[in-house]
């Protein structure tokens, strides 16, 4: 949930601060709501979340775009609502790259350089640096036209970056990359970000991107910050079942909390199993709750289940072969899309349709959520 | 790949070369859009295309004088339109030979009109020496009829210089009653080969009749022009009767014996008008004998052909070189004020949400909804002295009663009124390529620190260039060639050269000189477009 909340000082800590910002477009919906949020100087922050979650509006607002329908935006400490956006000195980066297609490759990184009056000497020297930076050195003189996309998105960036922007907005960069090209730049820009030590705010609902790339992701649903944590945080104790939904590959089971103590509760399935479980979002008896297990933490190996740890019973349907990894569909406990993964090591089993095994897993790698609505 | 398969020419699976079978394939797709296109094709040629080419050749064309005229323009061939006395006695004959048949055809006064357009005075010169023309040689025909009565004949006319078998053919005709379709005439071979020229006019004078004035040669008496030859070829050569039998024989040798005087056309011509005593109609006639003459072109510049060369016109004639001034002066005003009031325009159009921005555009589109007539004259209604805009002005207090505004009837009612007429035309392409510049791109610049200015002009601006110059070619050009509104609006000193058009189409006729300004015209634009490609370059134009 939303951590930072607006009492803190301004400081390094609090480079970038939206406070108790509410966005409304049409004067009906919120847009964004409370958004109450602090970057500290350096970070690499990811908003994360599906399409229609209010990503790019809270970068355009923290741009100057678009302006809070109530709240602050702090930069600096300094409250930024009423300020132009070319007087912000924010870096950015948009999807469509948005280079200026009738100026040179060159011409298009002066430009900032030129509206703040740099003299020329100077400027040549800084776009030559930018262009270096991102090994686009040669490329000068070519209209953006006659880049390819990769290449576009490096010039981009280039562009964000030669006026030294403290601060770099980016929004989904890598949107029309290909695979590949993606993770390449992936690296890159945060090799650069670091290397420079500016302060990035990058939106992007593809989550591999937002776990590799970034210091703490926000993930974003519905105008609200659903979970702002560090990446293995994010993976391993989603807050809640969006987050568990959305991070990565994730195995549901519902079912009803009968007993809670302290670090534990046992929960008692749908199918009438029980099971032990970390309570993170479920406070009392009787609380319908989804049941969050990765797949790669179900264990189907008897030798290596913990003493007194439940088990389940599981049918395989499926099995699938994946080079560096087994993919197994079972049905456990009713649900017939439960999924474990497994290192492909010589000693592992591989299960094949119709037998019958025993799944198991740590209590703590299994996480009572609260359970979505209308299940 | 080796060398050899790379070089051989690629074949399809039936071992035809790939390239072939591609065409074969093809032929059928290009076969069914050529069909597609055909009616456009077509249309565009018969409605486009030929009406150019007949522009283009009738701003040069000239062979009404050598059609007409052809023996003079023969006899002046000789002869230098510079030189201070007329031509000899033969261009005098040779023009009373062409004049005789021009006017039994009546061509004499559509010839009087087209040399009219290069020297005043060429048309009543024409009609009244065609009305005398006729009579010349009156005297030689009386004399013939003295000589021997059987001249005042028509049929010994006939019998002389028919063909026997017409003559044949013409009474069997004739005897059947029949009103219409009298065998054609022919000359007899003894005839045109002892008597050519007596022949030769005769010939012209029997097919004239027969055809133009739907009568029979075999009761019309010929011309005096006729007689005059007749009696000039049997004095010049006495033997020529014997080529001829009986009677003929007999009255052709009489009158060569009779020794009648030769006909002077000099004086025939001087008694009907003195003018023909001085070089200057001939002259005329001799400038613009040629078939195909620059003089509309140089008449459309203010130029004209003088003995002496070509030289500008009297300065009360000169208008069209003003004109042309004036035509792009006003077009280029009007283009660029419809610039300056559409871009806001087109850019609110692009750039406001769908709902006002259909809005807008109804509004832009409204006057294509009305007729042009109407819009022009609501504007004058607007703009007159005893109009709107001045009765509120006065109203205000802002101008006295006598000080109305003149606003119509000189180049400003011209361009107010086309300014408004022609917007659309700027707004429509400026607008569809603002639609396609991405939001982003102003964005992207104010965060890299441009202001609303300089983010506009330094990349908003270039970008929409395209559809500046799409506006603008399309504009111009439309207006270049703008003619009811400025006739309605624009007085005497607002009109352009394409009301001057008009005028010789629709009133003088002089259709050569209005091809000649219509071609130029045509150049002009030619001429501007290819400006306009080196600087702008004609890929730059966007209308979308
Ligand atoms: N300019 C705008 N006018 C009206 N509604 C908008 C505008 N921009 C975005 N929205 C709406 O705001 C919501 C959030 O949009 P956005 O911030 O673009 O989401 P995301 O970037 O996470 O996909 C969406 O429902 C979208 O329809
Ligand atoms: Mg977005």
């Not at chain 1, 008897?302 to 007194?308: E, I, L, N, W, Y």
């Not at chain 2, 039994?104 to 010169?125: D, F, I, Q, V, W």
């Not at chain 2, 059987?150 to 049929?155: L, M």
Request: glycine residues 8%; hydrophobic residues 45%; contains cysteine.
């Amino acid at each position: 949930m939303a951590e930072t909340g607006p009492l803190k000082l301004a400081g390094t800590d609090d480079f970038v601060v939206f406070d108790g910002v509410q966005k409304s477009y049409d004067g009906i919906t919120l847009v964004v709501k409370d958004l109450n949020l602090s970057v500290p100087k350096g970070e690499f922050l990811t908003m994360l979340g599906p399409s229609g979650s209010g990503k790019t509006t809270c970068l355009m607002m923290l741009a100057g775009f678009e302006t809070a329908t109530s709240g602050e935006i702090r930069l600096k400490g300094r409250n930024i609502n009423t300020v132009p956006p070319h007087k912000r000195g924010i870096g950015m980066v948009f999807q469509n790259y948005a280079l200026f297609p009738h100026m040179s490759v060159a011409e298009n990184l002066a430009f900032p350089l030129e509206v703040r009056k740099i003299g020329k000497s100077e400027r040549e020297a800084k776009v030559q640096r930018a262009l270096d930076m991102v090994q686009m050195g040669e490329f000068g003189g070519r209209r953006p036209a006659q880049l390819s996309g990769g290449q576009q998105q490096r010039i981009a960036l280039a562009r964000a970056l030669v006026f030294e922007p403290e601060l770099v907005l980016m929004d989904e960069p890598l949107g029309a990359l290909d695979k590949q090209l993606r993770e390449q730049m992936q690296f890159e820009i945060t090799r650069i970000a670091h290397d420079l030590g500016i302060t990035v705010v990058y939106v992007t609902h593809d989550q591999t991107e937002a776990l590799t790339m970034s210091d703490r992701v926000a993930v974003f649903n519905d105008g609200r910050i659903q979970q702002l944590a560090s990446p293995s945080d994010l993976y391993e104790h989603p807050a809640n079942s969006f987050v568990a939904q959305f991070i990565g590959e994730n195995n549901r089971l519902m079912g009803t909390v009968t007993r809670i103590d302290g670090g534990t509760c046992i929960v008692r399935l749908d199918s009438g199993d029980e099971i032990d479980a970390k309570p993170i979002n479920v406070s009392k008896v009787g609380d319908r709750t989804q049941i969050s297990i990765r797949p790669e933490r179900v264990e189907t190996n008897k030798d290596r289940f913990r003493q007194g740890a439940h088990t389940l019973q599981a049918e395989v349907l499926e099995f699938i072969y994946m080079g560096d990894i087994f993919r197994t569909r079972l049905r456990v406990a009713g649900h017939d899309d439960f999924v474990i993964k497994t290192r492909n090591a010589p000693d592992q089993i591989r299960h094949q349709p119709g037998t019958r095994i025993e799944v198991g897993w740590l209590p703590e790698d299994c996480r009572a959520l609260d359970a979505p609505q209308g299940t | 790949m080796t060398d050899h398969t790379a070089s051989a020419a690629a074949l399809s699976a039936d071992g035809m070369p790939l390239k072939r079978s591609l065409n074969r394939a093809l032929r059928r797709q290009k076969l069914r859009a050529f069909v597609l296109i055909a009616p456009l094709l077509v249309f565009v040629l018969f409605t486009f295309l030929a009406p150019i080419g007949d522009m283009l050749f009738r701003s040069v064309e000239n062979q009404i004088v050598s059609e007409t005229l052809p023996r003079t323009v023969k006899a002046l061939a000789d002869w230098d339109p510079a030189s201070d006395a007329p031509p000899g006695e033969a261009a005098f004959r040779a023009l009373g030979h062409d004049l005789v048949i021009a006017v039994e055809r009546k061509t004499h006064t559509r010839l009087g009109s087209r040399l009219n357009y290069e020297a005043s005075g060429m048309s009543s010169l024409l009609r009244s020496t065609g009305r005398d023309v006729e009579d010349i040689g009156e005297d030689v025909s009386a004399a013939l009829g003295a000589l021997d009565p059987a001249w005042t004949e028509a049929a010994t006319w006939v019998d002389l210089l028919a063909d026997p078998a017409w003559i044949a053919e013409q009474a069997a005709w004739s005897a059947s009653g029949n009103r219409s379709g009298e065998p054609a005439f022919r000359l007899s071979d003894t005839a045109s080969s002892a008597l050519p020229d007596t022949a030769e006019i005769y010939g012209s004078f029997a097919r004239i009749t027969q055809q133009e004035n739907d009568r029979s040669p075999t009761r019309q008496d010929p011309w005096h022009l006729v007689a005059i030859t007749l009696v000039e070829e049997i004095t010049a050569t006495p033997s020529a009767a014997q080529a001829f039998q009986g009677d003929h024989a007999l009255r052709l040798a009489a009158i060569a014996q009779a020794d009648l005087p030769a006909t002077d056309f000099v004086a025939a011509f001087g008694a009907s008008n003195d003018r023909w005593a001085t070089p200057t109609p001939w002259a005329v006639i001799a400038m613009y004998s040629a078939p195909y003459t620059p003089g509309y072109f140089l008449n459309a510049v203010d130029l004209g052909k003088t003995p002496d060369g070509i030289a500008p016109r009297p300065v009360e004639e000169q208008v069209y070189i003003l004109l042309f001034l004036r035509t792009m002066w006003l077009s280029l005003t009007i283009t660029g004020l419809c610039l300056l009031l559409g871009y806001p325009v087109a850019w609110l159009l692009a750039n406001l949400p769908s709902r006002q921005a259909n809005l807008l555009m109804i509004l832009v589109l409204l006057p294509f909804w009305t007729s042009l007539l109407v819009r022009t004259s609501a504007w004058k209604v607007l703009l007159q002295r005893q109009g709107v805009i001045n009765d509120v002005l006065v109203w205000i207090g802002l101008i006295s009663d006598d000080g109305r505004l003149v606003m119509i009837n000189n180049q400003l009612g011209t361009i107010i009124a086309m300014t408004h007429i022609l917007l659309p035309f700027m707004i429509l392409p400026l607008y569809s390529v603002m639609k396609t510049i991405p939001g982003t791109y102003m964005r992207a610049a104010k965060s890299l620190g441009a202001n609303d200015w300089s983010a506009f002009w330094r990349v908003y601006f270039p970008q929409s260039v395209p559809g500046i110059a799409a506006g603008s070619i399309l504009v111009f050009i439309l207006a270049i060639g703008y003619y009811i509104t400025p006739e309605l609006m624009g007085g005497a000193r607002g009109v352009f050269i394409s009301n001057r058009i008009a005028y010789h189409i629709g009133t003088s006729l002089n259709w050569g000189l209005a091809a000649a300004l219509g071609t130029i015209l045509l150049l002009v634009v030619l001429v501007l477009y290819w400006v306009y490609d080196r600087f702008v370059g004609v890929k730059n134009v966007k209308f979308g």
